[in-house]
DNA sequence: CGCGGTTGTATCTATGCCGATACAACGACG
DNA sequence: CGTCGTTGTATCGGCATAGATACAACCGCG
């Protein structure tokens, strides 16, 4: 249920923020929140069931790289505390984003391609495989070489046949037709397996979506997606055996 | 150059693939690769100036969890070898299309809301922002909250005015109206940045499609992103000061 | 003026991971 | 039948990280 294809193992993606060799990761974002949530390190870090010098120290090497994340102060009512600077704050909020987007990215389904290349354009890749020729971003792959095709589930968008195409497709888009051979419906999102030749695509559609199309098992359609939400990958093994 | 965005810290995503609580990462994706290539652990393991016991032993860890990775014999001409199996090499074409698609995910260009969540259907969230409500997939946030809202440059298409919609618009797509502050044309896409009501907009445009549009300083445009390519995340300061 | 809880700072210790080393078992090949 | 380079397996030591502890400095407040 969890699963996002039939990979088998969970997929992940983990954010990280780099700045002057120093990665700013998953547990620093949790102290960050817990000095905010506490009012100060020593808090934050008991709560944790962390070291509080280390803690401390911890913060001091991110703000060597990154600015000033905590605004400490000692003495006072209370003895003290610390709050979060701006920074700290934009710096923990832009690592909410790319980790909920990296999260979201794991979680999309996918269907891949052996292929092998055909031609490549700069960035772009052109791909033949048991489908046809299909357009990719290119990473770090020649012609002739041997490689997988990963598109995005949630890239693809599925229309009837005879439907009028939008007016912003350009020759970087990628259209086959199939047929429906599977519909999982979700509360927001479904996903449609539709088989090209006999090579099944996973793609994702909102409910509303559903609705219009109303798929069945069977159905004739057809499929599209961008070059650029096509990732062409190196196959691990292409050399000797 | 190769920066993001304004947020300073390159970000960067790192992929896992999760079995058994056992985790298989980018160490070990290098490992299994340095084994298909040198035709042995001990070769692998000195190529990486890794011990090889370490290397064995970590095979061995990972077997545990996911399965026969690498066929190992000893004994026989030239001692022996090591050879990944069919699950080790798919194992390793999934890590390797993960990592190439959270690599890509991280490098996207973004921009950011701030806005207050109006209302919750399931997964899809309405915000109220300085450019109008929006909608967006939420995560665990909840009506009032104040939240920021992620759009995915590469998930927003640019349309001229008066310029046809596609027929699969739903009402779960986002648009709005602007104007075009600068265009950062680059080799394969090219980045457009669209002020609405002064909020600025990054926007990934393939070249095809920026000539097609062929977008000057000051044209009046309109701009179109899914809602399933936009995240709602929490604030990280929502709580007392 | 002392109390209290926090920030600074230094140091010791535990822990876990990794490299290094050593040695046995293995089996095709000359 | 010995050689050779590999796979198994066990053990030791190093190193980096984090927790634990201790103590000084700070300062609003009662």
């Not at 791909?127 to 792959?141: F, H, S, Y």
């Amino acid at each position: 249920m969890d699963e996002t294809d039939g990979g088998g193992a969970a997929g992940r993606g983990r954010a990280v923020l780099i700045e002057d060799g120093v990665e700013f990761d998953g547990r620093d974002a949790t102290l960050l929140r817990a000095v905010h949530e506490a009012g100060s390190v020593a808090g934050a870090a008991s709560e944790l069931g962390r070291s509080r010098a280390r803690a401390l120290s911890r913060i001091e090497a991110l703000e060597e790289a990154f600015g000033t994340l905590v605004d400490r102060r000692r003495g006072g009512s209370g003895g003290g505390g610390s709050r979060l600077t701006d920074d700290g704050r934009a710096l923990l909020d832009r690592y909410d984003r790319l980790q909920a987007v990296l999260a979201a990215t794991a979680r999309v389904p996918e269907t891949v391609l052996a292929g092998t290349v055909k031609e490549v354009d700069g960035e772009l890749a052109v791909i033949d495989t048991a489908v046809g020729t299909v357009r990719g971003l290119n990473g770090e792959t020649a012609v002739g070489d041997a490689v997988q095709v990963r598109i995005g589930a949630d890239a693809v968008t599925i229309y009837e046949r005879g439907e009028r195409v939008d007016p912003d497709a350009t020759s970087a888009r990628n259209r086959l037709r199939g047929e429906v051979v599977g519909v999982d419906a979700g509360e927001t999102v479904s996903t449609v397996r539709v088989a090209v030749d006999g090579v099944p695509f996973r793609v994702l559609i909102t409910a509303e979506s559903a609705e219009r199309l109303d798929l069945g098992i069977g159905d004739e359609v057809a499929i599209r997606w961008k070059a650029t939400a096509t990732r062409v990958v190196g196959h691990a093994t292409e050399s000797d055996p």
